[in-house]
């Protein structure tokens, strides 16, 4: 589930290196629309389970995040769909941290076909970016035990 | 949005009458699969949406029940799907209460075809029924000025 | 994924004994709603899953089944609703086959919580019939390789 | 329903000015997710209906321009999140076309709080690209027939 993934850094706070987790997601009857293909709003919710994993991946759960007063409502989200994914597919989802800032993070998630016809081709490229708020909705910094577990890959601690 | 209704009444407890609230949704691309039509489980979006409208069709929107320390979820549902709503269709969905308990609701939700070929022709039948509980989840008794809210028509007291 | 249950047969048609699939979910952010908990409509598509596997664990994939030109649209659908499931929770579906008859196939789905507080408890049972129709909607009787397939545990052949 | 809206055009290709299309939804339940406010995945579904009620409007409805062979597909989604939108709240979308090219389509959607508290606040912006293909996928050209209904204010005719 877990491998290691080079980012686009260069600027300041950008992630030079990430850990990638991999997540996997079959095309189910109510995925789709009556193109016979994965609705594109579903892709978000791949993107979704793809940072929750991630950050379980690292030791740090969303839920155990949550509890400790931080939530990470979503900012930003671009995605490009390249080629679309049928009914009974499966997708892999790759996600890692593109950028980890006081108050922000933003993910990268490379989505492709993972079985049969196709297999490998890339379905769909995105970015989303949370946002560190309180329960109240106000601005949070996020800490940086957070940042360390995010960007540190398990196995290098072996 | 209301009319009048009756019920399927007779055991105690039972509604021999109950307004009804007429709701319309329009079959989207996202509602779809790809059978053409709208997928089996956005039916239950469109009863919750009735019960909500039904509600506040009487006064006492769900978001003033649930600010009023009662939250009522759904523990059984029933549905009879009869005829499919094809893309870019609008149905019609008729709720009532059928039955009203100290301690829980059920609905009935009538949907039929709204519009073009087929219009009138009865889509599904639904039954759903909520349970009233506290924030922490323990069963409460629904307040007597809810069920004479629900249970009138606000048209008789005109 | 796949063991041995026990129907509720006894009138004819009924299965007296019926293989069993089991799926999980995770209840991620996009299947809760503000009470926390997973949105009912949610089961449905775990049911969808559930089916959908049980024919791919007998080897006949609905994908297959349509491509042969069967459509199985949902009929009907009842689900009771026994004890929430929250977010970040694994829920663990056993599907079976209650019923198949010349036209229609009657699934029973047992839901229980998988993981953490509360394993092993019942979360929710539901009941869903799908009815083979052709592409044009008309009723299609199933063939018996389908009902022998689908009734079959693979083991058994071992 | 419709007015006019300016757009942000200058480089060819793009719209100076396009007409511009209302939609309003309601907050419901299975819109929301733990944190009390609409998922952000549904935000998408709500530029679907705005794109689809944009053409309408202009009278050619996207159910009549795939009887004509041509698929819109989205190619690529871009939303920014502004201010969280509670449950049972109102949502209103401005949809207007944003750039109309030989073989996409790209859209812009404001969303704003349409009632009660913080109305008129801007909740998010989005940007939707939708391309031509034929039903194998395959890329096709728009008609200009097309780019004349979407493009014309049908008040401006009168």
């Known amino acids: 589930m877990t491998g290691r993934g080079v980012g686009t850094g260069g600027a300041a706070g950008d992630t030079a290196q990430s850990p990638v987790t991999v997540t996997h997601h079959r095309v189910g009857y109510a995925d789709t629309d009556q193109m016979g293909r994965a609705h594109h709003a579903r892709y978000l ?36 769909f390249r ?18 800032r006081s108050r922000m993070i933003t993910f990268s998630h490379g989505m492709t076909v993972a079985e049969g016809t196709g297999e490998g ?19 949070r910094t996020l800490p940086d035990s957070l940042r360390e577990a995010l960007l540190t890959d398990p196995r290098d601690s072996a």
């Open 121 to 139: 081709l890339l379905a769909a490229v995105a970015r989303t970016t949370v946002v560190a708020t309180d329960r109240d909705g106000r601005a």
């Open 45 to 80: 919710v791949w993107c979704e389970v793809g940072r929750t994993e991630y950050m379980r991946s690292r030791g740090r759960s969303y839920r155990s995040i949550e509890a400790d007063g931080i939530l990470l409502p979503v900012a930003r989200v671009e995605i490009d």
């Open 83 to 100: 080629a679309p994914l049928g009914y009974d597919g499966r997708v892999r989802v790759e996600t890692r941290v593109l950028r980890f």
